[in-house]
């Protein structure tokens, strides 16, 4: 086998446990397996053991009462801000010209744009790794298989494949509005954008989230409370973005935010005891 054949195959085998992995790997030298061979060989035995996983109710349960539920709400959350993003960075961008750029004007509507564009960021980034992470921590041994099916439902629902619950009506889009035609007129706004959005700050994020739920493993006690209700707390708040028209405010989106504080809070090592690492 090529190197590149050889990386693959390593890749394939990291989905199965670490006992899992050397048997088969161990099995496959022996045999002297060409590449083929051995891919469907491994391919098989990830699909299996991801089956059975899946016998026990308690994934089902995590699917429909977490996964589900975050991702429609982060969905039509995502939608509302990039549309609020897309209108701001068509006025700053694709309306500046070298006469606009001196006028002290522009420069104030840059300056008050800027916090809500920055805030709106963080919080989708940081509502979307506390989903991951929650997930994650509630089924740990079926995250690869949550993995791919928040990313595939992240998708469809995007798409209009699967009905959206939630009435549109508690979380207007910019692109409702007969006066934002203009920004949505142009593709990049209208199609790119939003699936821009949906990989960086939604799919990346928390897969990311469900990777760090690891750490509830070994954690105990108090400690293990916190680092699932955290997270936990800080998704009442994106439900609240939908839900409670009233209450969209900054205040909620320094709410959001904090996951990804919380995010790089959990990643220092230097603050998490001793017990709380993975060995």
């Not at 083929?36 to 308690?58: D, F, P, T, Y």
Request: charged share 15%; glycine share 8%.
């Amino acid at each position: 086998m090529t190197s590149l054949q050889v990386t693959l195959l390593a890749w394939l085998s990291s989905f199965l446990d670490e006992n899992d992995r050397e048997t088969v790997l161990g099995d496959l030298a022996e045999e002297d397996a060409g590449y083929k061979a051995s891919a469907m060989a491994v391919c098989g035995l990830v699909l299996r053991k991801e089956l059975e996983r899946w016998r026990s109710i308690s994934p089902w349960l995590a699917l429909v009462l977490l996964l589900l539920p975050c991702v429609f709400l982060l969905v039509v959350v995502t939608n509302a801000v990039t549309d609020v993003n897309a209108i701001y960075l068509w006025m700053l961008v694709n309306n500046a010209d070298p006469d606009l750029l001196r006028q002290a004007g522009y420069w104030s509507t840059v300056k008050g744009c800027m916090p809500q564009l920055l805030w709106s960021v963080l919080a989708l980034a940081g509502w979307s790794w506390c989903s991951g992470f929650v997930i994650g921590a509630a089924c740990w041994k079926v995250r690869r298989s949550n993995l791919i099916l928040m990313g595939l439902l992240v998708g469809f629902v995007q798409l209009g494949w699967i009905p959206f619950p939630v009435p549109s009506v508690l979380l207007p889009h910019g692109r409702d509005f007969v006066g934002n035609a203009a920004v949505f007129r142009n593709a990049f706004y209208r199609d790119v954008f939003p699936w821009l959005i949906l990989l960086l700050l939604v799919v990346v994020p928390a897969a990311r989230g469900q990777c760090d739920a690891r750490r509830t493993g070994s954690a105990v006690g108090k400690e293990k409370f916190l680092m699932i209700t955290a997270p936990g707390l800080i998704l009442l708040s994106l439900a609240a973005q939908v839900f409670l028209p009233a209450s969209h405010s900054f205040g909620l989106f320094y709410c959001g935010a904090a996951g990804v504080i919380l995010h790089f809070v959990l990643r220092d090592q230097r603050r998490i005891p001793a017990r709380l690492q993975t060995s």
